[in-house]
């Protein structure tokens, strides 16, 4: 398929997890993309591995700095001529209890998962407006819609992420602009599996999967087709609307723990 031949794409957080996902995701289809990341190194990885290298463009950008979230579609106008989607991928997740949270930390996590996300898409709506329209996906979390502790900057800036969200796609819908949001769930990534100990696999994913009616973590292949999908013309007609893939995690609980179906092993 090519749904995205002949269209630009700007990925950011694409040097690992759901980011890089999404960024060969989109190059497997036919685009180009504008990869960015804070790790250049890794940046470069991924270009290397996608299907179409040269169709990639790498940056080293720190979203959560206004100039460069800005500068960044500045960057990706200039290399392609025109952008058609932003991706705002990428996100910090400092944990901390709420009564010893300092305020760098809080500062830093709304700075990278929020204010980055909205200079950026001010950007780049700007300039898809004057071109006839455009589509800006912005990855969230099921914990916009539920409470994980101890994690209020990170729980607060995905629950207004989605809000944002809303927001553009209001506001700028009758310009030609669409505006999507992405909630995963848990997800698995090759770079996160490789980090854990066997001990620390089976907490993160296996235990936590009791949560899970679907009994496994989302895969990251599985998050970038629905950022396509959402991207793509067969969703012309969504427009601020959240989509939550946690594989049915947030619909409930079981009542009694002991009916609760087992968890297969990795």
Not at 1 to 8: A, E, Q, V
Not at 50 to 58: F, I, L, N, Y
Not at 139 to 144: E, F, L, P
Not at 177 to 201: D, H, I, K, M, S
Request: aromatic share 8%.
């Amino acid at each position: 398929m090519s749904r995205f031949s002949g269209k630009n794409v700007i990925v950011t957080g694409a040097s690992s997890g759901i980011g890089w996902a999404i960024a060969h995701a989109f190059v497997d289809e036919g685009a180009g993309v504008f990869a960015v990341a804070r790790r250049g190194a890794l940046l470069e990885k991924m270009r290397a591995a996608a299907s179409a290298p040269e169709r990639v463009h790498t940056a080293v950008v720190d979203v959560g700095v206004p100039e460069q979230a800005r500068g960044m579609v500045a960057a990706a106008i200039a290399a392609f001529g025109r952008v058609h989607v932003l991706v705002n991928n990428a996100a910090i997740m400092p944990y901390g209890p709420v009564l010893e949270m300092e305020e760098e930390t809080w500062r830093d996590t709304m700075a990278v998962n929020l204010d980055g996300p909205f200079y950026a898409s001010q950007a780049a709506a700007g300039h898809m407006v004057e071109r006839g329209g455009g589509v800006i996906i912005n990855i969230a979390s099921a914990n916009a819609f539920r409470v994980e502790s101890p994690a209020a900057n990170y729980n607060t800036s995905k629950a207004a992420l989605v809000m944002m969200t809303r927001c553009f796609a209001h506001e700028l819908g009758h310009l030609g602009l669409r505006a999507c949001c992405l909630a995963p769930g848990q997800t698995v990534t090759p770079e996160a599996a490789a980090e854990l100990t066997p001990q620390e696999y089976h907490r993160e994913f296996v235990e936590y999967c009791s949560r899970v009616p679907m009994r496994r973590p989302a895969e990251a292949r599985e998050q970038a087709a629905v950022v396509l999908f959402l991207a793509s013309d067969d969703a012309s007609y969504i427009n601020g609307e959240t989509i939550i893939v946690d594989g049915g995690e947030l619909t409930g609980e079981w009542y009694d723990p002991a009916l609760n179906p087992p968890v297969p092993g990795p």
